[in-house]
Each structure stands twice: as C-alpha cells, then as structure tokens.
C-alpha cells in the first residue's frame, strides 16, 4: 500500500490513558489525602495537572484525539455511578454533605458503611465498583465532572472527545442493591436511564463536544435476543436526540458479534472495535453487514493490553482493508491504554535490545501516530520507522531467550497421570484430618499480612545496597516471628508467615525463574491506589533452586502448628504478567506449573504439610465468549493439577480465588481437585457459598468473612452472622474461617482487630453446633 484512497485524514486516537503519574503521584496524592496529610483542594490540583500532563504527552505523541472523562481518583464505574445519581441510600447523606468523601466511601466503605462490592473488569486485572440498582432506583444527571475535564482539555487547544461507560454496559454491570431479590434485572431500568444519558450529552454539546465515545465492551460477551433489542432500543433512542454531540460506540476485548449488526445500522455516526483480540472476526462481521458506509470506524490495531511492539505492516494491512468498509477509518490502540504501564524509557534493568521490543503507553500512542501517517500518506512516508520495526521483529523472534530446548522437551513429556492425585478425595482428607488435628470450622488466613513501610524500607535499601542480604534476612526474620506469634495468641489454627519477603505475589516469583522480566516501574492500576508491577513472559520458563522453602521452613520452627506454603498458580502467574504472544497460552501455562511443581515436590520434602497454589485469576481469565471456554478452561485446570498433584494424601492442598463471578466456573472450580479452596464472599454476603452448595461442591471451603479492602474493622457478630450463613450452605467439618483475601494492603491495628473478632467468632458459632 502506497497511497490511501479514503479522502479524509486518519485521525490517531486512543480511548484512555494510565492515571497515576510517572512517580505515582495520585496514589500518593489520594492516600494522604485519606490520612488527612493533603487538603480536598490540594488533591483535585494534583490531578488536574496529572490530567493535563498526559494531554500534552498525547498531542505531542501524535495523538489527535484526546480522550477526557477516563480520569478517576478511584474507578471510571464508580464515576458512572455518580454521573447518573445512583449513589447507594446507605451512603447518599455522606455524598450530600461531602462528595469527594462519599465518594470514597462507596470505594471502601467506612467503620459504620459498606462499600459497593468490587469485581474484575471482563477479563483484565482491573477491578470496578459494582453498581447497586433496583425497582426504586431513581436516575438524576450530574455531567459535573465530565463537563469539567472536557473544558480543561479544549482550554489547552487540544481536540477531545469525552468517554463515558454505555448505559447498556452499565445496566449489564449491575447488581440488585441490598433487600432487592436476586432476579431483579437492573437492564429493565433502561427506559429511566436513557433521558439521563440524553441530558450528560446535551451538556457535553454545550460544553463544546463534537464527539461523545460511549463504552459498550458488555456486547462483546454472549447476550440474549432481550439485551441485544436493549441495544437497538438504546441507540435509536440517543441517535434520534437533536441536541447531542456525534456518537461513537466503542467495544472491546473481544468481538461484537451478534450485537455488530445491531450497532451497524443504530444512527450513530461511528464504531470503534478491536481489531487485535478479534481481528479476523470483527473482518468477516463488518464484511458481512456491508461495512459502515457514511460512519466513522475506529480501528483498535495496536494491543492495549499487552507490552510487544506493534507490527506495524500487519496493522496497515489490516487498516487498509478496513478503508472500503467504511466513510472514515481512524487509528487507536484496541482498549484503554489504563492496562499497561507508563513508559519504557525509565527501566534501567532491562537491556537496551530487550526494550526495543517493548510498547508501553508512551511507545504505543507514536505507533498509533505512525500506522495514521502511513494510512494517509502511503507506507513511503514512514519507509525508515517500517524497516526499524521489522528488524525488532526479528531480533525478538531469533533471540536465545524465548526458547530452551530442555523446557520444551520437559512439557512435551508430561501425560495425563501426572495431573491426577492418586487417592481420591474422601480418602485423602481422612488422612489430613488424622495428621492435621485442626477443629471443626478452622481458621486461617490468606498469606500475606501488613506490608509496612518498615518492610519497603528494606527492601529498597537492599536493592540500594545501603545494607546487606544479612541484615535485611534479620529484618525479615523478625517480621516473621511477630506475625507468627501474633497468629498464636489470636488463636489461629492454620499459620502464614506473612510474606514480609514478596514485593509482589507474581513479581516474587517471575523474579526467580528463568524466562520472566521484571520491571522497576512498570506500575498497572489493579484497583483504587493499588498498583501492580506485572513482569513480563519473555521466554521459556524454569525454576533452578527453591523460592519459598527458606522462609516457610523459618516459620514453621517457630510454632507447633501447621504452617502454609504459599504460591502463586500458574494461571495467575500467566494472567497477572505480560504474556507471550507467540506461542498458546496453555503451552506458556504448563512450563510454569513444571517449575512449580518442583517448588511444591521442596516444600513437602522439608515438612510443609498445607501448600496453598492461588489461582485468583482462574476466573478473570476466563475467555468472554462460551464457545471459547472449555478450551481455556482445559489447560487451565490441568496447569493447576500438573503443579499440585505430586503429593502424598496426608499433604493438604489449598488454592484461593477473589474478586470475580465464580458462579460459572463451579465445574471448573470443582476439576481443580484441591483439598480447600478460599474465596472473597464478605461483600457478595455468601453467594458463592450457595453456588458452591447448588453445584454440590464436596470438598472443603472457606468463603471469606472479613472484606480485606475496606478499612473498616468487622464486629464478632457481624463476622458470626456471615458464618452461620455460610453454614446454610456448607457444612460445618467442610467450613473454613478466612478472610477475602490477604492482608498486605492493610495496617497492623485493623489486622489485629478484625483477626481477633473472626477467631472469636469463630469460636462463638463452633459452640452452637450439634454435639460440641
């Protein structure tokens, strides 16, 4: 392709950009405004600047188009919520009195309130605020901060176009608020939230918005003739408006599928789709409706969620076939950019070649520059930029690191017996009970306790060199033996040592086997002011020495009660990285459950006889399509029995999930065959205890009764009241007594109290049963 036939210019654009800053600096600004160390004034200012900063970055990067409204202090549904006036009545007399403090408090709830409940985004690491609705849910329009940020951009001279999250997506994320009955539909409030919606874009218009990007990513997931007609209607509705701005409606993550000639022929007057996750079936699709003759389509060429370089004579391939399907095509990254790190220019431990084959935000917005210049201008406009990338290409696609002929020889030899326990379950948790000795409804914890700055103190003065391995084992030795002895006089019965060590449940591991790289500062919002550092899958993966015995095994000398290897599953370890894009991700998923397998085989040999293998992105990683599932759900589960399935029956194997919809994935859940599984269950009040009932789950569980995101201290009673509900449905010798998940995001006063009231009430429940 030499010159492009479409008479318009190809408009560079992306959906949204990373919010924290390069230091951070809205973490840090939020978190002290929590404790009272920065004003309300001082923290908006911070993000004003951080807002107009990534502006300017983007203009500069050749960005036409900027995004507005995906800015959030905490979560972009959240912000939705508040848009369309959905506060919860439990925290409308805060939101009233104080808006930036109601605000955070439906994120994480105070000592009097509950939060709103937090699930994963689809199928990314990212968590959102669930949205509560029902029959008596009243919809009011405050465009405030949509309309503010919009006007911050245009004061600048830039071109922008406001993001909001789709009233149908929006609806589909919902939940029935608290006292509503569980079959309460939050989509049949569409008809109440649609003159909302039509109000925000009246003043967006007004606001000088020529574009308006509505968000519609629940589409590309398998729905019914009902929503799909929901669709229909909601885009007639808003099209037919007279004073609103031009509509995109963007999906991605995955393809649109049925919901594509819905939207094809909706009036609006454009569509952005992914053309990287989905690209040959969002082709077909548009090929077979005809294409988008007189609209808009904006193609999601370059991968928002993953960290590769771009092939940019692929995607001009690709755009150039998308020029006679539509009036105008336009560049951008597939999703928001939210999902990757910032910049790569500021990783000094990774090689300079190795780096080249790196795309964060900052590298990807000029890919998206460049794949427009060569859409309009023709691929002799960027003959120099095209030569470069096809020789990064190669570089990565030749290099010794992505493959070790061992490995591969390793996994191609495992078979179906080394996935499966020898004894079945009923005969293993007799012999665990017999060596165990734990009482009915025991208590544990996730793994990790308060990381405190003590800890990331020395952590960041070993890396400095400012002190030693040995002093720093001594500071982590003492962490150990206070958490140890904490578990002991709160009455715990089954011990973590607390992971004073890990940086990061993924990054501690990725750090130590071959074929993973790590970042310094490749910071990724997972929710709220928390940021994770997901390494990067680079090449074939192996483990040379033990990880996690030295410190389980320091543990374990310091009590008489069992104490829990902690690691981290394969699944997760592949869903939490950056992973490869060159090879299956079951082929990636069963070199890392070799290597962890070995790590287990070490941990059983030195006496460890409960290992807890983590899985909480089984279901986050779940394909969003159901035809896509078994296949996924195959090599997932086998990944899992391959790491754990070597060890004696009298060795007890936990696993835990958090954050997600576990209802579909019960089977799945159920394949897994470990010994205990923990799961987030305080915010949902036991759902996934009935899922788990429903499904007739038979071995043991632990569904969580301390909501571990929230600094709010559970009372006893409440934490009973959640247990003898999580009786109903599981019985008393198969019911474990957790929290969510672990504790490392929380402060040593609340860890303290809250364990306390759960080992008490704990105790309580247990001398109301039958016979005790």
């Known amino acids: 392709m030499t010159t492009k036939s479409a008479s318009a210019a190809a408009r560079a654009t992306v959906y949204g950009y990373p919010r924290q800053g390069q230091g951070r600096e809205l973490k840090k600004a939020i978190e002290g405004y929590w404790t009272g160390h920065v004003t309300a004034d001082a923290l908006r200012a911070t993000a004003a600047d951080l807002r107009a900063a990534n502006w300017r970055q983007l203009a500069e990067a ?25 506060v919860p009545t439990r925290h409308r007399d805060a939101f009233d009195k104080d808006s930036l403090d109601g605000y955070f408090a439906m994120a ?5 309130v509950a939060p709103l409940e937090m699930t994963k985004w689809f199928d990314t690491n990212y968590h959102y605020l669930v949205p509560e609705l029902g029959p008596d849910t009243a919809f009011t329009a405050n465009s405030a901060k949509q309309v503010t940020e919009l006007k911050e951009a245009v004061a600048l001279g830039l071109a922008a176009r406001p993001v909001l999250v789709g009233p149908v997506t929006y609806l589909l994320l919902a939940k029935p608020a608290p006292g509503v009955p569980a079959d309460f ?45 929901a669709a229909d209607r909601t885009y007639r509705n808003l099209g037919a408006l007279a004073d609103r701005p031009k509509l995109l409606v963007a999906s991605y993550f995955d393809r649109l599928g049925d919901a594509l000639p819905v939207l094809a022929k909706a009036p609006v007057e454009g569509l952005a789709l992914d053309f990287t996750e989905a690209a ?3 082709l077909d699709a548009l090929a077979a409706v005809g294409g988008l003759p007189g609209k808009r389509l904006v193609a999601g060429v370059v991968n928002g969620r993953n960290v590769w370089i771009n092939d940019l004579s692929k995607s001009l391939s690709t755009l150039g076939t998308l020029l006679g399907l539509a009036d105008q095509v336009d560049v951008s990254a597939s ?39 060569g859409l309009t201008q023709g691929t002799d406009s960027i003959t120099a930029v095209l030569a470069a990338n096809r020789a990064d290409l190669a570089s990565r696609a030749h290099s010794p690191l992505t493959s070790d002929p061992a490995v591969r020889t390793r996994a191609e030899a495992v078979t179906d017996a080394d996935t499966r326990r020898t004894q079945p379950y009923t005969e293993r948790a007799a012999a665990q009970r017999a060596h165990l000795g734990l009482p009915l409804l025991p208590t544990t914890t996730i793994g990790s306790f308060p990381q405190t700055a003590e800890l990331r103190v020395a952590r960041a003065d070993l890396r400095a060199r400012r002190i030693d391995v040995t002093t ?19 009455g715990l019965d089954v011990l973590v040592h607390g992971e004073p060590e890990r940086n990061d449940m993924v990054q501690y591991f990725a750090e130590q086997l071959t074929g993973y790289l790590a970042t310094q500062h490749g910071w990724v919002q997972s929710y709220g002011t928390r940021y994770a550092r997901p390494p990067i899958l680079a090449g074939d993966i192996s483990r040379h020495e033990p990880m996690t015995v030295r410190w389980t095994t320091y543990a374990q000398s310091l009590t008489s009660r069992p104490v829990k290897g902690m690691l981290t599953g394969p699944v997760t370890m592949l869903a939490w990285s950056f992973v490869r894009d060159d090879q299956p991700l079951g082929d990636t998923a069963r070199q890392v459950a070799l290597a962890l397998r070995d790590e287990v085989g070490d941990l059983e040999a030195a006496g460890t006889s409960v290992i807890q293998v983590d899985e909480p992105a089984l279901r986050e990683t779940l ?28 060795t007890q194997i936990h696993t835990h999930m958090c954050y997600a919809e576990f209802g579909d994935i019960v089977q799945a859940i159920d394949d897994l065959d470990a010994d205990v599984i923990s799961l987030e269950a305080a915010r949902s009040h036991m759902q996934v205890a009935r899922e788990l009932a429903a499904h007739g789950y038979p071995r043991e569980a632990g569904p969580g009764v301390y ?62 049963l039958p016979g005790f």
């Open 62 to 86: 050749g960005i036409d188009e900027v995004p507005t409204g995906d800015f959030s202090f905490y979560d972009h549904v959240l912000d939705t919520t508040v848009m369309v006036g959905a």
């Open 108 to 112: 994480r709830g105070t000592q009097h």
């Open 185 to 229: 539909e939050p989509l049949t409030l569409l008809d109440r939230l649609l003159p909302v919606y039509a109000e925000v874009l009246a003043d967006l218009r007004a606001a000088g918005a020529e574009w308006v990007q509505l968000d519609e990513p629940a589409l590309v997931q398998d729905r019914t003739p009902a929503e799909l007609n």
């Open 280 to 282: 040959a079936a969002n």
């Open 335 to 373: 999703c928001s950019l939210l999902h990757v790190p910032l910049d790569t220019q500021v990783e000094r431990d990774i090689e300079p070649q190795i780096l080249r084959w790196l795309a964060f935000a900052r590298q990807k917005t000029p890919e998206i520059a460049v794949l427009a210049k």
């Open 472 to 490: 720093y084992e001594e500071r982590i030795e003492a962490e150990v033996q206070e958490v140890i002895a904490f578990q002991e006089k709160a």
């Open 623 to 650: 394909p969003l399509r159901a035809a896509d599932h078994a296949a996924y759900l195959a090599w997932a589960t086998e990944s899992f029995r391959l790491t754990t399935a070597g060890v004696r029956p009298d």
């Open 707 to 768: 909501d571990i995101h929230s600094p709010r201290v559970p009372s006893t009673a409440e934490t009973a009241a959640l247990l003898r509900r999580g009786l109903e449905a599981i019985p008393a010798e198969r019911l474990w007594v957790n929290p969510d998940c672990g504790l490392k995001t929380r402060g040593w006063p609340e860890t303290r109290a809250s364990l306390e009231n759960l080992v008490t009430a704990a105790r309580t429940v247990r001398s109301e």
